[in-house]
């Protein structure tokens, strides 16, 4: 039978559109992003069953995952192959292959079905790699250096180094690296990784990271050499204001090993052994807080000499008894995130020469510099200048913040400090006679190198420049672990003052495997009786623990919980944070108050000096106690319901009651007011749903009065500041915490940075009005805790929220409430799932939002001032528009559920 050709030409082109619609329907939806226990491929895991993650992008309103396909390979053949699973669960699937081995590298690919059972592509390929599983996968040993030392004081960082001969060609080769104290890694003159401050601070006694590099590359046939040079860093440099040196043991020592697999599949292993050398170098000195000595004319003892048995090269030897466990680092790589050029030098009037590196930045000097031999250059960092206009570095206390060079006269010189960071805008100059070309100074900013997460805008520039110094707070003191601040001498992990800044922060970047890391070391360093120390890892060490600092352990999890939808999160604290309740409990009494121990109470807060009208933000210590005492057992309690840990529950009710009667009856006046009439205290009480119902209103009612009292200011510390304008908002007083976050004048958030700062400062006053300074024995320029209204102004101005009963913005709630005069604000939040964002505008009565919802999530979406009759959606009406369903209106509130895409809603703005 013949066809007619025109047919067949018809048929090939109706195949071809039938081809091409297919191909872009199955292009609607795609895997953008994966995913392994909160890390991107990451390399040296050592966890049994890694968890996988994925987003997907959607062009289309409504995706919802009705399946997924995992698929994992190592070297070439499938080890695991999930089939399609029945599910629209894309977070945290665990690996249930075969067992897996150390050192090999797991490839894995997803895919997904949508409603309408179409299937995306395979995901791009992501792998892990695994660590040393086992003690015996190590063949290295721990090694020190024979070199005798004074360790009352910081000497000369040592340099280890091994020469080795490679005579095949190399396919791929790790280095496996820790080390007590901090090392830096090298292979034939240059540095392994872009990591620093590695192994980063865990609870040492406890646990110790190794970090996994890949040096396949930086191998050559023939004559390798590799090393390391060891600082004190925080095992035995100084800590604390005591200048407590050797906190955890005066021997530093090494563990490090090359596993080299060559083409021809044999392996060569070059581990740390005793046929190892030392030296001292250039590094004269080096410490966390004090900076560093360098003297370049030292150089030729460097360790990528090749030439092994130079002079001044001693042995090392092998040491035992190292019991801390030795595990994958799991954390958030500290890197150099940024480069900053100086904005300005200055004379001061003293007449030190001062480079303005225009912003508090935390970091250190990249120093580039061409002069005579011999020549000593020293670099002071100081965070602000004086009234007058002078270098002041008195609130650094005892840290030195100076790093001293000395040029050894041959052509250019660059010099950047290895083991130490410094909190500075200023930089002070001496030893320079020569100007000061512009790229002789460049900041490197260092911090823990999290991805960022969040962007926020106003129409109003001090309210952005706020947001800009909570972000800069935060990088400079996310440095491996959540620090107070980055330049007097303590930079430890005060508990309270994560536990207050973690929501903020984690709008701010993906802050997941950073606290997981560091909560570890939380249980790790809990006292057996459940004490939660004031800073972790715990070097004050004096088995004491307050109110609202101890309470990390319970909050911070709870938190993560909820943004991330990690259960990991809960499973993994849960008896930390049972314990931390069991503590309280023992040390209440009979009476179930917690009014005994040392406590911080409202850390900061408004007071006047010699005051004698009253005036000071005064809240008891105890009352602030027992609101916590009550907010951690809720959290506890709903934790152990996440859980299913049934006898718990029944028992964490039953305390919950009892405690918040103890509460009510020893704190609250029958009138109904609190014996602390503070800001503060009813914040607390409101925030954590301490006071009957009954009774709410009018406590909100008092917190009011409590700001009209202070003229419209704000007079909570560090524990009452995160909530106050989440109070005020929830009570219906929403005028007023935008008046409050509006105020620029002290004590408010935005007088500091009326007063120029670039960071969030320690104080509400730390410069006064007449330009000088708070006291000096407490003065940071850098701490990040009243930056916790970053919490407020995601949730609120934007309105960007996670829901809680539906975690990790599975459903967010997007409830943008504008005020303050604010013409726009726009906002932006990398969830797990995918990005949100939020845009509105108030123009001339009308009211633009625009919304992006993440693929395989849903949002509730409230529109303010919005009467449903005048409510568009992309031009059309609401009940019109696909994707919304559940429309409701409240008052002078339009709510509907909406399914993921994006949104824009314009409609005439009824206040
Ligand atoms: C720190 C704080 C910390 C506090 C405890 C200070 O020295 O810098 O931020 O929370 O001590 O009260």
């Known amino acids: 039978m013949k066809t007619d050709p025109s047919k067949i030409r018809k048929q090939t082109i109706l195949q071809f559109f039938l081809l091409c619609s297919l191909y872009t329907f199955s292009q609607s939806f795609r895997i953008s992003e994966t995913s392994c226990e909160h890390l991107y491929n990451p390399i040296g895991i050592d966890v049994s069953h890694p968890r996988l993650s994925w987003k997907i992008a959607s062009d289309r309103r409504g995706f919802e995952q009705s399946a997924y396909q995992i698929k994992v390979s190592s070297e070439g053949e499938e080890v695991w192959n999930t089939g399609k699973v029945l599910s629209n669960n894309s977070l945290y699937l665990k690996y249930e292959g075969p067992k897996l081995e150390s050192r090999k590298r797991y490839y894995w690919q997803v895919k997904v079905w949508n409603r309408e059972n179409k299937v995306s592509r395979w995901s791009e390929k992501a792998f892990w790699e695994m660590g040393l599983l086992s003690k015996n996968d190590w063949s290295a040993r721990w090694i020190t250096s024979t070199i005798e030392e004074d360790t009352s004081m910081a000497e000369p960082p040592i340099m280890y180094r091994k020469t080795f001969e490679l005579k095949k060609k190399v396919k791929r080769a790790r280095a496996y690296v820790t080390s007590r104290g901090l090392y830096e890694a090298s292979l034939n003159g240059e540095k392994i990784g872009d990591q620093l401050f590695t192994p980063g601070w865990t609870s040492y006694n406890n646990r110790l990271q190794y970090q996994t590099y890949d040096i396949t590359d930086q191998l050559v046939q023939g004559t390798n050499v590799t090393g390391a040079i060891l600082g004190d860093g925080w095992y035995r440099g100084n800590l604390l204001w005591e200048h407590k040196r050797n906190f955890y043991g005066k021997t530093l020592a090494l563990l490090m090993e090359l596993y080299i697999e060559y083409e021809d599949g044999s392996i060569a292993v070059v581990g740390t052994d005793n046929s190892w050398k030392t030296a001292v170098g250039p590094i004269r000195s080096s410490d966390i807080y004090n900076g560093e000595v360098y003297d370049a004319r030292l150089e030729n003892q460097a360790l990528s000499t090749k030439n092994l048995d130079g002079p001044g090269w001693k042995g ?245 919980y909820q943004i991330y939808g990690d259960i990991g999160f ?140 202070y003229d419209n200011h704000i007079t909570t510390g560090f524990l009452g500041t995160p909530y106050i304008n989440l109070v005020l908002s929830r009570f219906g007083h929403h005028k007023e915490a935008y008046e409050l976050l509006l105020q620029d004048t002290y004590p408010s958030w935005l007088y500091p940075v009326k007063m120029g700062a670039t960071t969030i400062w320690e104080r509400w006053d730390g410069i006064r009005t007449d330009g000088t300074f708070q006291d000096v024995g407490m003065n940071s320029f850098n701490h990040y805790a009243y930056g916790a209204i970053g919490d407020w102004m995601y949730g609120t101005i934007a309105g960007i929220n996670a829901d809680e009963t539906s975690v990790g913005y599975k459903r967010s709630i997007i409830r943008p409430r504008p005020g303050g005069g604010l013409s726009y604000a726009k906002a932006s939040y990398e969830t797990v799932y995918g990005q949100i964002k939020v845009d509105w505008e108030l123009k001339e009565g009308m009211f633009d939002l625009s919304v992006i919802i993440p693929s395989n999530t849903k949002a509730t979406v409230f529109l303010p001032g919005a009467k449903m009759n005048t409510v568009m959606e992309g031009g059309k009406g609401l009940s019109k528009s696909k994707g919304i369903s559940d429309i409701k209106e409240e008052g002078t509130n339009v709510s509907m559920t909406v399914k993921s895409g994006t949104y824009h809603f314009n409609y005439i703005y009824a206040q």
């Open 316 to 560: 090392t030897i092998e040491m035992s008894g190292v019991k801390a466990d030795i595990v994958g680092s799991m954390g958030v790589p500290v890197r150099v995130t940024e480069t900053i050029k100086p904005v300005a030098t200055i004379k001061t009037p003293k007449g030190e020469i001062v480079v303005d590196m225009g912003q508090n930045m935390v970091g250190s000097i990249r120093l580039k510099v061409k002069g005579a031999k011999g020549t000593r250059i020293t670099l002071n960092h100081a965070e602000v200048l004086d009234k007058d206009g002078n270098f002041y570095t008195d609130n650094l206390r005892s840290a030195k913040q100076e790093v001293v060079y000395t040029l050894k006269g041959e052509g250019m010189e660059i010099y950047e400090p290895k083991f130490t960071f410094m909190g500075f805008r200023y930089v002070s100059i001496k030893g320079w006679t020569g100007d000061i070309p512009e790229d002789m100074i460049t900041g490197l900013v260092i911090h823990s190198d999290y991805k960022s997460t969040g962007t926020f805008e106003t129409s109003n520039p001090d309210l952005n420049q706020l947001q800009k110094n909570i972000e800069w707070g935060q990088r400079g003191n996310f440095l491996d672990v959540p620090t107070d601040c980055p330049q007097r001498d303590e930079r430890l992990g005060w508990t309270g003052d994560a536990q207050v800044f973690a929501r903020t922060a984690a709008y701010n970047g993906n802050v997941a495997a950073f606290f997981l890391k560091w909560l570890k070391d939380l249980a790790l360093d809990q006292r057996e009786n459940g004490a939660v120390p004031w800073v972790l890892p715990d070097v004050i060490n004096n088995g004491r623990a307050s109110a609202g600092w101890g309470d990390a352990a319970v909050i911070i999890p709870w938190d993560l």
């Open 570 to 709: 809960l499973e993994e604290q849960y008896k930390s944070m049972k314990a931390w309740i069991g503590y309280i409990r023992t040390v209440s009494g009979s009476d179930n108050l917690w009014n005994e121990g040392t406590h911080f109470g409202d850390w900061l807060f408004y007071s006047l000096s010699n005051d004698t009208s009253g005036k000071s933000a005064v809240t008891d210590k105890h009352l602030i106690a027992q609101c916590f005492y009550i907010y951690s057992t809720s959290l506890v309690l709903k934790t152990a319901k996440v859980l299913k840990k049934e006898t718990d529950v029944a028992d964490l009710t039953k305390l919950l009651a009892t405690i918040k009667n103890a509460f009510l009856q020893e704190y609250l006046t029958p009138n109904g007011s609190l014996v602390s009439n503070t800001q503060t205290a009813y914040v607390l009480a409101l925030h954590f749903d301490i006071l009957p119902e009954n009774l709410r209103r009018q406590a909100a009612d008092r917190l009011v009065q409590g700001i009209k009292d």
